[in-house]
């Protein structure tokens, strides 16, 4: 079975400083899809960005952008110029691409505050 | 708004009972998934049905059950609750499985007393 592990359960950044928020894996297979989701206080989750793992080129999207080293099983999330409104918890995910396994193995979370 | 709905959005209930979650998916997703977000367990897959077929199934107890019906909404059944069943229920859709991003329900906070 696959495990999504996030070491860090709390960061703090400065607004408009970056940050990087870290995601290990562990898996057997060689195709599959990761995920970082962001649940503000309201608790809906929301998908930031995804990164398929055939593809070698990090995925970005707007300040949001990603570190995918697949052979170190490792997918963390940067956040560039950090906003008020990026506090959040953060939910790296998983999932198989593999027809059957399409649920998503999430990891523990990361409560990101963001200091003015 | 994901144009996933969820109700109810509140449930208090006692031990021992019996409860129903209903989640409606956006339109023209065929697939369903329940989660469920507590303290000790974190976030966790429950079930996922496509087009009214169960296609897999994750953490889910006996007492849980779930069904999705011919216009594609789905229920989640949860019976003889425990104290531990309090948590946040999540229902998320998509357009089939495989790739298509799953969008989520604001969820149902559930608790027992």
């Known amino acids: 079975a696959q495990t999504v592990t996030q070491s860090q359960p709390e960061m703090s950044v400065q607004e408009a400083e970056t940050v990087t928020l870290s995601c290990t894996y562990d898996?057997?297979?060689?195709?599959?899809?990761l995920f970082w989701y962001k649940q503000p206080p309201s608790r809906q989750m929301i998908l930031v960005i995804r990164?398929?793992?055939?593809?070698?080129q990090n995925a970005t999207e707007n300040r949001f952008s990603v570190n995918f080293q697949k052979a170190a099983k490792s997918f963390s999330l940067k956040i560039s110029d950090s906003q008020l409104g990026d506090a959040a918890m953060y939910f790296c995910?998983?999932?198989?691409?593999?027809?059957?396994?399409?649920?998503?193995?999430f990891g523990g979370g990361t409560r990101l505050m963001v200091k003015p | 708004d994901s144009g996933v709905t969820q109700t109810p959005k509140h449930l208090i209930t006692a031990t021992g009972q019996r409860v129903t979650l209903r989640c409606s998916p956006r339109?023209?997703?065929?697939?369903v998934y329940w989660y469920q977000q507590s303290l000790d367990q974190g976030l966790q897959f429950l079930i996922h049905?496509?087009?009214?077929?169960?296609?897999a199934k994750g953490n889910i107890l006996e007492r849980f059950s779930a069904q999705q019906f011919p216009d594609l909404h789905s229920e989640l059944n949860l019976s003889s609750l425990e104290l531990g069943d309090s948590a946040l229920y999540f229902c998320?859709?998509?357009?089939?499985?495989?790739?298509?991003?799953?969008?989520f329900g604001p969820g149902t906070r559930l608790t027992v007393l």
């Open positions: 990164q398929e793992a055939y593809k070698q």
């Open positions: 995910a998983y999932r198989s691409a593999a027809d059957a396994g399409n649920m998503l193995t």
């Open positions: 998320a859709s998509s357009v089939w499985g495989g790739w298509n991003e799953q969008f």
């Open positions: 049905y496509y087009n009214g077929e169960e296609r």
């Open positions: 339109s023209g997703d065929l697939s």
């Open positions: 898996t057997s297979e060689s195709d599959y899809y």
